[in-house]
């Protein structure tokens, strides 16, 4: 049984229960961690823990100093580095360090030189969008009152006890809560201990009110109590039904898909910053294509991208053998990269067929439809609220999807290629184009692909910024008398053109004398 087995808790988790019963208070992991922490969920990230307890948020944040406290909800933030120097933990540097990294597809340790904007990537986040992934979350036991704008409770209340507080959630699955043993907490040294520690069946206590334990174990998601009670209170639920049957691979029961299709048009009240997290979570999960089938099949999808179901029924011939929807799906199935941006640019790449379909020679044809799909592309971006530097990024991977190759090309215009997409966009571009491929039911890669790759690696040392160039304009203001202004600017210019097409005259005295002739 779920409920009586050995369970795995991260140290940080278990000081937070700690901190809040010693100090007489109730203390409980709530919500998706108690879900995932029962299905043996590896690898849980301070983001997915959730606490809830009869502390009022001032008591709260009275035993947890550092903390932040910004909203009506009753929830107190504890950032991981201020909860790990309260535990005087140990190896906490090393910990808040730790960074998982991506294989890349053009694997960058071959190359002589990495690029300064390559290993600016590996240090962002994947989505910008949310708060900062390393915070516990702890809030009071809470009661809402109705939700006018199927949003957000109009008055939310202190609850008396748990029961209030699992009574509101949204999901049986959600509706979970685990309380360790006090005497068990005591005995950890939080200081030392393992990073993540086991708990025996006998150590703690899974409280079930609404048949949780039996739908996870049935696999399935059902809302607690009336479904279009819960989507009318708030509409962002029916999105998060979708996201979970994909995250955690579980059917939605029928009488709550069923109020998922009566109550989409709600989801016109949700703001996009909420949509687009659920969303992105959604292309991240390992059924992206299902997940996109569900909010067609709901009716939610065109709230959200209703330019994706245009591409219904319009042919593509040539090696295409499905129409531009079911392409678009297919290739979101087989795209290699986990990034959400990534997959979402795969999913948009030919977002523009629709409107670009003619028939020539009774074939059809689709010119520009790249260029007029990063357009798209771009403004459905915008409307997701995504960062401007993920914006850039959907423009790019669809504006250049249609890349071209050929054995007789020369390293120059490689390197063209190269620093039009972005150095840190290569590997991006080359997983769209492997999902584009697969999606068209061809295979993953061609031999010219390939070549093209390895040819990419061995630019990687050459300069592709005028800060890679062997001069600068202090060089040149001290040899050649200019001060700054345009002409500066523009001898910079010429001489980086010259070496993205030679580099081999990327040397100091070399430039200057080519300066000298383009002053002359």
Not at 191 to 220: E, F, W
Request: hydrophobic share 35%; charged share 25%.
């Amino acid at each position: 049984m779920l409920e009586s087995q050995t369970i795995s808790v991260s140290v940080e988790a278990l000081y937070i229960l700690y901190v809040l019963q010693k100090n007489g208070f109730e203390g409980y992991m709530v919500g998706g961690a108690v879900r995932d922490t029962l299905i043996t969920v590896s690898s849980l990230s301070a983001a997915d823990y959730d606490f809830t307890t009869n502390a009022k948020p001032e008591q709260i944040q009275k035993i947890f100093p550092e903390h932040f406290y910004e909203n009506i909800y009753g929830t107190v933030g504890v950032a991981r580095e201020h909860l790990l120097e309260q535990m005087d933990r140990q190896n906490a540097s090393q910990l808040l360090e730790s960074a998982n990294r991506e294989k890349s597809v053009i694997d960058l340790d071959t190359a002589t030189k990495i690029h300064e904007s390559l290993q600016k990537k590996s240090l962002e986040s994947e989505n910008q969008q949310t708060q900062p992934k390393d915070i516990y979350e702890i809030t009071t036991f809470r009661s809402d009152g109705t939700y006018a704008d199927h949003r957000r409770p109009d008055q939310v209340t202190w609850g008396n006890s748990l029961k209030e507080d699992l009574d509101r959630r949204d999901f049986t699955i959600n509706a979970l809560a685990i309380q360790v043993k006090l005497s068990v907490l005591e005995k950890i040294n939080y200081s030392t201990a393992p990073d993540v520690i086991t708990i025996a069946p006998s150590d703690y206590t899974v409280i079930d009110l609404h048949d949780g334990i039996l739908d996870l174990t049935n696999q399935v998601i059902k809302t607690v109590g009336d479904p279009n009670r819960r989507f009318s209170e708030d509409a962002l639920r029916m999105l998060r039904a979708i996201r979970f049957s994909v995250q955690l691979n579980m059917k939605i029961e029928k009488s709550t898909f069923e109020a998922i299709v009566t109550n989409a048009q709600l989801l016109k009240h949700v703001s996009f910053e909420r949509i687009r997290d659920e969303f992105l979570k959604m292309l991240k999960s390992n059924f992206p294509k299902e997940a996109i089938l569900m909010l067609d099949e709901t009716g939610l999808l065109k709230y959200i991208l209703p330019e994706l179901l245009d591409g219904k029924g319009v042919n593509q011939g040539g090696h295409h053998t499905t129409d531009v929807w079911t392409h678009n799906l297919d290739a979101i199935a087989n795209c290699p990269s986990k990034d959400p941006i990534v997959r979402l640019a795969t999913l948009l790449h030919d977002i523009a067929k629709p409107h670009t379909y003619k028939e020539t020679d009774n074939k059809p044809t689709f010119y520009n439809h790249e260029i007029i799909g990063s357009r798209i592309a771009k403004q459905i971006a915008q409307r997701l609220k995504l960062s401007k530097r993920d914006i850039e990024r959907i423009f790019l991977l669809v504006r250049y999807h249609m890349f071209y190759y050929q054995p007789e090309h020369t390293d120059a215009s490689i390197r063209r290629f190269m620093r039009k997409v972005g150095l840190e966009n290569i590997n991006d571009i080359l997983d769209l184009r492997e999902a584009d491929r697969l999606g068209s039911g061809a295979r993953k890669t061609s031999w010219r692909l390939e070549e093209m790759k390895e040819r990419m690696i061995a630019q990687l040392h050459q300069p592709f910024a005028i800060t890679d160039m062997a001069i600068n304009g202090h060089d040149l203001m001290d040899n050649l008398q200019l001060t700054p202004g345009p002409k500066l600017g523009e001898v910079l210019n010429k001489l980086f053109e010259l070496v993205l097409e030679n580099p081999e005259l990327n040397t100091k005295a070399t430039l200057l004398t080519e300066a000298k002739k383009l002053l002359s």
